[in-house]
């Protein structure tokens, strides 16, 4: 079910946590808070220096899968994509291993 792209991870914590230990992540890579809607659990950062300006969007998608263990997905969207080609996804990377640092994985 989900994008070609896309990198998804299993934690061992709840909604609130993730989405803090998001906000984290973000701040450890640069990446800033672009919007949120956290009643469907979607979160996107920027890596831009100006809100529509050039640079990747990743979009974050929080879901608990059962009580205590929730899934993030996170995808990435180069924006206008100048100087950047080829480097698509490197902020979703960041991100990923960022997030993998600050929650415990599910067994």
Known sequence: MSAKGDRSMT????????VTALEEAARRTGMQHLSS????????????????????????R???VAPGTVQVTLSANLQF????????????DRMADALAQ?????A
């Open 102 to 106: 600050l929650l415990p994985p599910a």
């Open 11 to 18: 934690f061992l914590a709840s909604t609130g946590e993730a």
């Open 37 to 60: 809607d956290p009643a469907t659990g979607i979160f996107v950062f920027t890596a831009g220096r100006m809100v529509l300006a050039f640079g990747e969007k990743v979009t974050a």
């Open 81 to 92: 994509g100048l100087g950047n080609v080829g480097r698509n996804g490197a902020g979703r």
């Open 62 to 64: 929080v879901r608990e």
